[in-house]
């Protein structure tokens, strides 16, 4: 059964980056699927934010592409988000979800999600 | 990018009541890439419906997807009184890009 856990720093100031982790339990990552970033900020809605192959190519929303770098490392069977020169609109919470579906269409499973907030 | 919208905002009815739910895209959309999600409060979102109607492992059979073009719906029979939760449709589009819809509150 693959369990995904969302692990990084849950207050970022304004301007620095947020960097966030997701570790993948009962599937190795190099074996197959996409992997996908999602955030929710409080109270709102759902915004995907990018997905990375089991080979390593990724594609981003474009709304956040130019501040965006999604990698993985499957030796430690995880894969990264970084989110560079973050302002408040950046707070949300995260998750983390395995891609399923033909061309990677939908999330499932999910973390169980990690709020970053980005204040001074 | 294909944006999605959700009717109504908020539905409220009680146990035992049918449970229609919209997504109307604006443009079309291939059936195997409408999907929807189900959030309790507190939680992660949840799969229940993938490829527009097929029901995801372990989601009881009162949930139910149908729709093709921009119109999808999401049926609920009979809501259970552990159903009332938020619902967002999601699509995925070539690009690649994926977008959600707004959300409707069961309450």
């Known amino acids: 059964q693959v369990q995904l856990q969302e692990s990084g720093p849950g207050l970022v100031k304004p301007s620095e980056t947020l960097s966030l982790t997701c570790i993948v339990s009962g599937y190795s990552i190099s074996s197959g699927y996409y992997w996908g970033w999602i955030r929710q900020p409080p109270g709102k809605g759902l915004e995907w934010i990018g997905n990375i192959y089991h080979s390593g190519s990724t594609y981003y929303n474009p709304s956040l592409k130019s501040r965006l770098n999604i990698s993985m490392d499957t030796s430690k069977n995880q894969f990264s988000l970084r989110l560079s020169s973050v302002t408040a609109a950046d707070t949300a919470m995260y998750y983390c979800a395995r891609v399923r579906g033909s061309s990677g269409s939908y999330f499932d499973p999910w973390g169980q999600g990690t709020l970053v907030t980005v204040s001074s | 990018e294909i944006v999605l919208t959700q009717s109504p905002g908020t539905l409220s009815l009680s146990p035992g009541e049918r449970a229609t739910l919209s997504c109307r895209a604006s443009?079309?959309?291939?059936?195997?890439?409408i999907t929807w999600y189900q959030q309790k409060t507190g939680q992660a979102p949840r799969l229940l419906i993938y490829?527009?109607?097929n029901t995801a492992t372990g989601i009881p059979d009162r949930f139910s997807g149908s729709g093709s073009g921009t119109d999808f719906t999401l049926t609920i029979s009979r809501v259970e009184p552990e159903d009332f939760a938020v619902y967002y449709c999601?699509?995925?589009?070539?690009?690649?890009?994926?977008?959600f819809g707004q959300g409707t509150r069961l309450e």
């Open positions: 999601q699509q995925y589009s070539s690009s690649p890009s994926i977008t």
């Open positions: 443009q079309s959309v291939g059936s195997s890439y």
């Open positions: 490829g527009a109607y």
